[in-house]
């Protein structure tokens, strides 16, 4: 086994049909891992799970119909991955997210609660139910997909910009609380990327949108070496670091310098009509 081969794990990415989810379950694949993916998405999770396992083998990908949202659907998505590949799950990626971009005021009730119950409640079921097997067996890693927005705030994304501060601090204190017993827990951090959920978005102009690939690349090198937080691109770790210890004003005013404070602000609505209309917007 070369310290490229990661079949040794069996990991589960949630809202693995498409985007970051998809490009991190055929990396994991092509490193040789045993992968399992959900996701509310069934034609697309189906044609992902074929084309993993056209590439890698018939058995190296599971795939079932998951809504996050609903703990039951996940115990027993759980339960079937095991059952598929003769092994319990080692890893369990909690990256199914959705986000609404625009003026609070204008977000529909359904679609602010929409947000927490993925985003917050998916994360939280996700881990749960990981831990329930990470604790049985002494070991285990959770990765939880954040965003920059975790650490940082953006006008226009303010419940998503809540959520992924959640999903921050919520992945540190079970770090915390977990410390020593062999059970892991990553935090990851990814600008915009070039995906669904990332369209007609401009960004931060200074900083290049992210492929899927590159977030999935980061994701799989922190599954092989687990590390407490990935941001990527990397470059923006310190940068994050450094707003964070500034006076808010100052903050402010570096933001509005970069273009940051309008990231989620200038968006294309056509661009990104096809994605509202997958949210009920
Ligand atoms: N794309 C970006 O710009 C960006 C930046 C930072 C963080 N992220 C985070 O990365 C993660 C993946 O985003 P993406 O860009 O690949 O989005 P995407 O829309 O391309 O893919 C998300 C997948 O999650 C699935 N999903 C949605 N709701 C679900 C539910 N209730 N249960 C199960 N699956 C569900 C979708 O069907 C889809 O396949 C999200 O958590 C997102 O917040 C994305």
Redesign the pocket.
């Known amino acids: 086994m070369t310290e490229h081969d990661l079949s040794h794990l069996h990991v589960a990415v ?9 490009a991190t379950a055929r990396r994991l694949a092509a490193r040789g891992a045993a992968v399992s993916i ?4 069934v034609p ?2 189906t044609a992902q799970a074929a084309a993993i396992a056209a590439a890698h083998g018939r058995g190296r990908c599971f795939a079932a119909e ?4 609903a703990e039951p659907d996940f115990r027993r998505f759980l339960a079937a991955a095991g059952d598929f590949h003769g092994t319990a799950i080692d890893v369990m990626v909690n ?5 609404l971009v625009g003026p609070f005021r204008e977000e529909a009730v359904a679609l602010t609660d929409k947000q927490l ?3 917050v409640g ?1 994360v939280v079921n996700g881990t749960r139910v990981a831990l329930e097997v990470f604790e049985d067996r002494g070991s285990g890693h959770v990765v939880n ?5 975790g650490r940082n705030a953006f006008a226009n994304i303010a419940t ?1 910009t809540g959520t ?1 501060h959640f999903v921050y601090g919520f992945t540190e204190a079970l770090r915390s609380e977990y410390s020593g017993t062999g059970i892991e827990f990553t935090t990851v ?10 369209s007609g ?1 401009s ?1 931060v102009k200074m900083v290049r ?2 492929d ?1 690939e590159d ?1 999935a690349e980061a994701i799989v090198a922190a599954i092989a070496s687990p590390a407490p937080a990935t941001y990527i691109p990397r470059t923006l770790a310190p940068l994050s670091g450094l707003a964070q210890a500034v006076p808010s004003a100052v903050r402010d005013r570096v933001f509005g310098l970069l273009g940051a404070d309008r990231a989620l602000v200038d968006t294309d609505d056509a661009e990104r009509e096809a ?1 509202d209309e ?1 949210l009920g917007r």
């Open positions: 949630t809202g693995g049909a498409q985007g970051i989810g998809a959900g996701d509310v998405d697309a999770t998951l809504d996050v949202r990256n199914a997210g959705i986000m119950a993925v985003n998916g997909i954040a965003s920059v927005a998503y992924k951090l990814p600008n915009i990327a070039k995906t669904r959920l990332g978005v960004g949108k992210s899927p977030i994605y997958v």
